[in-house]
């Protein structure tokens, strides 16, 4: 595995590294997707890649009973943490980031679904994610974070205190969605429809809140993304 190699934990073939894509491949990088409980991890130990991303899934961080490779891809998160390794959480990812520094997931009381903006904490500020400030990200979660002591929020909502965190400047979890493609959200709608039925969410409001946000969600991410390769390609 080559130093300028990202690869992709993938748990739903439509949540993929969507709007980020395009940008690792300007910055060089070659792309691997590794698709959970079909492919294997064992590779990934030995000769790890230059950056891993874990993406999103409908799945609980803790459900290892029901789904048993959670543990190979638990396992590999922290080992990147403990070699201080660059890796991106997002939404699941994040919570099996925060599970792996000893945090705790627990279900909210109704799903947050939507854009939306965070409200950066003092840490936030001091971190990439001004990259979105007033900028509204898309949310599509039922389960939150809790943090251990040692570990701060950087941003939050209402309805769920954690929803960014690092651990130093090589890694960051993001609990809300900055790579989805607005241009194809119906991929969204199709494969998450059970669950948007069951949440009440009205698809025409998050249609037009793709149309209208969407593309300064993207600019915003890749401003993000910039600066956070800048911060820990500088403490390598």
């Known amino acids: 595995m080559t130093m300028n190699t990202a690869v992709a934990l993938r748990h739903l073939a ?17 792309i691997q997707y590794r698709d959970i409980g079909v492919d294997t991890l064992e ?4 000769a790890p890649p230059g950056l891993l991303i874990v993406l999103g899934g409908p799945i609980g961080a803790f459900d290892d009973r029901l789904y048993p490779y959670l543990q190979s891809e638990l396992a590999l998160i922290s080992e990147r943490l403990r070699q201080r390794q660059p890796l991106l959480g997002i ?12 945090g705790r997931i627990s279900a909210m009381p109704e799903k947050e679904i939507g854009f939306a903006p965070v409200q950066l904490t003092r840490a936030g500020l001091a971190s990439p994610l001004t990259a979105l ?5 898309l949310h599509w979660h039922g389960d939150r974070i809790q943090l251990p002591a040692a570990v701060s929020s950087l941003a939050t909502t209402t309805p769920c205190p954690t929803q960014a965190f690092a651990a ?3 890694a960051l979890g993001l609990q809300f969605h900055i790579e989805a493609d607005p241009d194809k959200l119906e991929r969204w709608l199709i ?3 059970l669950e948007l039925s069951g949440a009440g969410i009205d698809l025409e409001q998050l249609r037009r809140d ?6 300064s969600l993207i600019r915003a991410a890749r401003r993000l993304m910039t600066q956070w390769r800048d911060q820990w390609e500088q403490k390598q």
């Open 168 to 170: 130093g400047h090589h």
């Open 191 to 193: 494969g998450h429809t």
């Open 43 to 46: 590779d990934l130990f030995d």
């Open 91 to 102: 939404c699941l990812g994040a919570q099996l980031m925060a599970r792996a520094l000893g």
């Open 133 to 137: 400030e007033d900028v509204p990200v």
């Open 210 to 215: 793709a149309a209208e946000h969407g593309h």
């Open 14 to 30: 439509f949540e993929d590294l969507g709007t980020l894509e395009p940008l690792l491949r300007e910055w060089g990088w070659q």
